[in-house]
């Protein structure tokens, strides 16, 4: 492995959060926004947002910025599956939205557009891209200052020899970078290129290498961890559900009462998943945003 992961919040930032990265940034947003006037300069912005009261939990974002047009676009990058990803995709956006408010009698309500990228690393829809944008009953734009574009980089399948448009290309470096050890020939005299010099790991501090290291090896053990927690809960909870459901079947139906044991076996091993990823240091409400059990 010769490169740094972009998926990983270290890679992503390093290759196009630092002042050398931003010419990759904006090259990479104006591809995948597509917008009629494209980004030509981008202004970083503070990662962490505020609660409007103490009691609510603060936001940290992977990568917010604001173009030239004063289009502000957050980038969040998702290594492992989210059950309400969704939800808060758009949560993070109405907070965008929301925070221009002015205080006041003089303001009009006039909003700056605000725009989501959503880089995924697991299924959410097995679409490689999917826009999504405010329309009406006639399918025609009810406001154009608003976006979520999710990046689904499973579902992206072309090979190297595949790639079409330049979009392509970054999918490809975004999902591949990581795990080559050399840059493919058709990434020379490229923009592209540029960030495989970027994600060089040879290149980073001994202590940008150990933070990486650090990083990924978390990354690896919680996928780990989730995975194994996951399959072992629900494999117990189904042999359980069984046996409940065989007892229930006794006395309202065989097939009724198996289908439904099997049901409250599968919750019951979800349960034990998220005790058993509690008990290894994951918080509650974490760990069941990660078993699926919100």
């Known amino acids: 492995m010769r490169y740094v992961n972009p998926l990983t919040d270290f890679g992503f930032k390093k290759i196009f959060a630092e002042l050398p990265g931003q010419s990759l940034l904006i090259n990479l947003l104006n591809d995948i926004l597509a917008f009629p006037e494209p980004i030509t300069t981008v202004r970083l912005q503070n990662l962490e947002q505020l609660p409007d009261t103490p009691a609510q939990r603060r936001m940290v974002y992977d990568l917010l910025c604001e173009d030239q047009k004063h289009r502000t676009t957050l980038v969040e990058v998702q290594w492992a599956s989210q059950t309400y990803l969704k939800d808060r995709t758009l949560f993070y956006a109405s907070h965008l939205l929301r925070r221009q408010g002015q205080a006041g009698t003089d303001w009009n309500y006039r909003l700056q557009p605000v725009y989501v990228i959503a880089i995924l690393n697991h299924v959410l829809t097995k679409t490689a891209i999917q826009r999504v944008t405010l329309k009406d009953e006639a399918n025609k734009v009810f406001y154009d200052k608003f976006g979520l574009v999710f990046v689904e980089l499973p579902s992206f399948t072309k090979s190297i020899d595949q790639l079409e448009t330049h979009l392509d290309q970054w999918l490809y470096f975004l999902k591949h970078a990581g795990e080559l050890e050399s840059m493919p020939t058709v990434f020379k005299d490229d923009v592209i290129e540029r960030a495989f010099t970027m994600a060089e790991l040879y290149a980073l501090s001994d202590e940008d290498r150990r933070r990486y290291h650090n990083e990924l090896k978390h990354y690896r053990d919680e996928l780990n961890m989730l995975d ?52 290894s240091g994951i918080p509650a409400e974490q760990a069941k945003r990660l078993v699926g059990l919100e």
């Open 228 to 279: 194994s927690a996951h399959e072992t809960g629900v494999n117990e909870g189904i042999e359980k559900g069984i046996e409940k459901g065989i007892e229930k079947g006794i006395e309202k139906g065989i097939e009724k009462g198996i289908e439904k044991g099997i049901e409250l076996g599968r919750l019951e091993g979800l349960r034990q998943a998220v005790d058993r990823l509690v008990a």
